[in-house]
């Protein structure tokens, strides 16, 4: 029986030595892709603040569409980006994520909302069809996710807002501040909110750099009688802002999900980075637990083994002195 369960623990441990090679390669490439994750990232942000900063000033000028900013005050049709990935692995990741997204349909149809939803990611199909929750649209998640991903999926959400068939498109997605620092964020794609961090960023260096534009050409740039404040009447726009808009809201709203493909990707990467570690030290704790139990069993087997040869020996012996003692009637007869 021991020698049975040494071979059963013998093997498990085989398991999971195989297991644990698999955890290290994996955790070995999350942390290769997510070092080239964080580059592509800074790498697309200039883009992003950039066309943020003109779209901020065309828009603040007052001659465009007012729904193209701001936010809306009772958006009734709301199209929701979800952005998870295509594999498990990889901890709370999604689970987050797509929780997130369904408390806010959630909250929003209790409210009269009606809502198109957009996954990205075979997860989010997985999750919403097993609570039978229909998506109007679905895209892969790759490692490595193109601007071509991006375009395709602007495509689905920007022709019915500029439309008007949306009244606001938001995003569910995890924004990465660092490797340490992973936030799961609901957040405005469309229209621009001018209130957010990054957008008063992008206009506030690009009044900036008007206002050092204005100096160097000897211009006023304080605030006064008759003079212009710093940031205001530099830019002239050809052609028309609703023709404009036309061209830069899909552009914009291109180079927004393309960020945010690139924030979950290198998200992911950490959090399976991080998932593969603990499995790691998981197969090697649960190792060191079955040797000591294969070691056990494997002494009370000796232990066993040996209480049998003792108990046989001393059956042997005995029964060696039973037969050299003299019997009853050979000692009658003897006397």
């Not at 929003?108 to 109007?136: M, N, P, T």
């Not at 008007?164 to 569910?172: A, F, K, R, S």
């Not at 052609?239 to 999900?257: F, G, K, M, N, Q």
């Amino acid at each position: 029986m021991a020698g049975g369960q040494e071979r059963v623990l013998r093997r498990r441990i085989r398991s999971v030595e195989s297991t644990k090679k698999i955890t290290r390669a994996m955790e070995l490439i999350a942390a290769s892709q997510m070092a080239r994750a964080q580059a592509r990232i800074a790498g697309s942000k200039p883009y992003l603040e950039g066309i943020e900063a003109v779209l901020t000033d065309v828009v603040a000028d007052g001659s465009a569409p007012g729904r193209l900013l701001g936010v809306p005050e009772s958006p009734s049709r709301v199209g929701v980006i979800v952005i998870v990935s295509d594999r498990g692995l990889c901890g709370g990741y999604n689970s987050f994520v797509l929780r997130t997204a369904d408390r806010l349909m959630r909250t929003g149809e209790r409210a009269g909302r009606s809502y198109r939803f957009i996954g990205v990611g075979r997860k989010a199909l997985g999750y919403f069809r097993f609570r039978g929750r229909g998506l109007d649209a679905t895209f892969p998640m790759g490692d490595r996710p193109t601007y071509e991903d991006a375009r395709r999926l602007a495509a689905t959400v920007v022709p019915a807002f500029m439309q008007g068939e949306l009244d606001l498109v938001q995003l569910v997605s995890t924004r990465f501040i660092s490797a340490g620092t992973q936030v799961v964020e609901s957040r405005q794609l469309l229209p621009l909110d001018p209130a957010s961090p990054r957008t008063r960023a992008a206009g506030g260096r690009e009044g900036e750099r008007a206002a050092l534009a204005a100096a160097a050409a000897g211009e006023a740039t304080a605030s006064g009688p008759g003079s212009l404040a710093a940031g205001e009447g530099y830019f002239e726009y050809e052609p028309e802002p609703d023709e404009l808009l036309a061209l830069l809201v899909p552009r914009y709203a291109e180079a927004a999900l393309y960020g945010a493909l690139l924030e979950a990707s290198a998200s992911e990467h950490v959090s399976r980075q991080r998932a593969m570690s603990a499995a790691t030290e998981n197969a090697d704790d649960l190792i060191t637990t079955l040797r000591r139990v294969m070691n056990r069993a494997r002494q009370d087997a000796i232990t066993t083994e040996i209480m049998e040869i003792v108990g046989g020996s001393e059956a042997l012996r005995r029964g060696a002195e039973r037969k050299a003692a003299p019997q009853p009637e050979e000692i009658e007869e003897f006397a």
